[in-house]
């Protein structure tokens, strides 16, 4: 026999308390005497009495006992240990998302989440085997198949809620995954049901109402001298709101409106006037609701950045058009044979020729590459057959490269470049990254083509540039909670620090290349820093809560009781019910002894 709940024991600590009410229990016997004579002897007897006597047989009591004891083992919920199956292994799933976040619950419902999950590990069985899974922006295992309960329960205790999105498809193929290792029962803390089918799921519900604003959008534009906002705000409750919207420019308040919104509506709020000088917008909800994090939102305002780019070239009219109507590019032409010594540039576009000593403090662009040069093995002419194109960042919203051309260069494929278009014998366009450097390399003559006469021209010129310089500097437009970023840094940059918004500082890099950064789960603004030889760049950017996530509407749905104690393997035999028949046959029993004077 085993059980559930040995705490239980601890019950026949009373049974003591039984044997001595009855030890302790005056016994009086009512004598009739016909004179006070006799009053003397009947005290000598009561004198003689000793309460602490050998206990006298009692049949009562010891039913009584027999009561007690089967109660106690009753609470303790004893079972018949079976063969272990499916029902005897358990997968907790844990949301971890902003909206967990929610002050409905007591203290939110991330933190009820948690004390559920404890509630319900108590009334599994001893040799119970736990799964826990965590649903956040990286869905993980936590605990992977253990018995050991007090292990579990401290590690969900120093799991925290985020402030990003839950990635629910990983987490459903991630439960999959450990459901065909061992299938057993799923139970999902969460305040959104999650779609499993062909899975013993239970989903214990969290969440009591959807009383919340949030703001989805802050932007801005840059007209004359002022700077116009735009902040939109939704109301995810099912109630009328009449909330306050204020502004605030570099942490000082430009302005606040009330807003009338309704049940599930969105609406503009426009703020105007804002003076150029500001730097860091901040928009906030200034009422009371039951998620605060998605009632704050920035933005950062950049003055339209434009860089220095070098065209060296006999004569490309194609090249030179192109580049002069780009917002980003400041352009500056030189004859090919000045071009030793270059500096100060963010861009160098060489046709035709390539430098012996190349520069060092920008990215590089070349069209039809000499024999002779620094970056990649020329062969000679041949010509071109079919085009092969490959997908990525360059041919982006281009269905087909396809052209004619007479000749082009016959390229050896360097180790840092990967090929963009290519024929059977040759690539013709390569692109990487070497020494921090972005490079591109077309192995043809724009005037041996007709590249330039096609639509798709304009377009892939339009993605090379931004690869060297993106329109929203940096990548780092509209990021969320959550978010990977890949920065766009300058060649030369010798060291890259992330400035959070908390005040802790990170460094990315060195080493070179630098990884996607994906710590960004704070709200607020970030700084990059980027350390040159002599000077640092630096750039702000905002990291906001996901857009839109908000408070959901609850559904009804059918909600497991964690605090009930019959959750058991359906391979073990729980006696509880049996031992509880028992207990009302001992007390019948005691009623007819008692009734029959015995």
Sequence with gaps: MNFYNPWGFLGFLLIPIIILMYILRQKYEEIEVPS???????????????????LKKNILLFIQLIIAALLILALSKPYIAGEVNKSGNYILILDQSVDMQAEDEEPNRFEKAKEKMYQLIKTMEPNAIISVVVMGKNPHILINQSTDKHLITNKIKDIKVLNSRADKESTIELVRTLYKQKNGKVYLFSDNNLPMKGLDINYIKLGQATDNCGITLLSHSIEDKQIAVLVKVKNFSNKAKNIPVSLYGDEELIDIKKVEILPNEEKNVFFSGVSRDVHILKAEIDSKDILQIDNTMYDVVHEETREKVLLATEQNMFLEHMLSILPQVELYKKNIESTESLEGYHLYIFDGIIPATLPQDGHILIFNPPKDNPL????????????ISSEGRLLEFIKRMDFDIAKTRKMLMPNWAEAVIST?????????????????????????????????????????????????????????????????????VMEVKVLKPKGMVEQLAPPFPIQPYGDTDEIGIYILEQKRETSSIFHSFAVNPPIGEGITQLKDVLEVDVTKNDIVD?????????????????????????????
């Design 570 to 598: 359906e391979g073990n035999k729980n006696i509880k019910n049996s031992i509880l028949l028992l207990v009302l046959i001992f007390v019948g029993i005691e009623w007819w002894v008692y009734i029959s004077g015995l």
């Design 424 to 492: 059977q014998d040759t690539p013709l366009i390569i692109a990487g990254e070497q020494n921090n450097q972005k490079i591109i390399i077309c192995g043809f003559d724009l005037h041996q083509t007709d590249l330039p006469l096609k639509k798709e021209f304009p377009i892939f010129m339009y993605n090379t540039i931004q690869w060297y310089i993106p329109q929203k500097i940096y990548n780092l437009d509209k990021i969320t909670a959550g978010d990977t970023i890949e920065f766009q840094l300058s060649p030369d």
């Design 36 to 54: 006070l004579f006799l009053w003397e002897q009947a005290l000598s007897s009561q004198e003689v009495y000793n309460p602490w006597q050998k």
């Design 376 to 387: 990649v093995h020329v062969e000679g002419d041949i010509e071109v057959g079919a085009i």
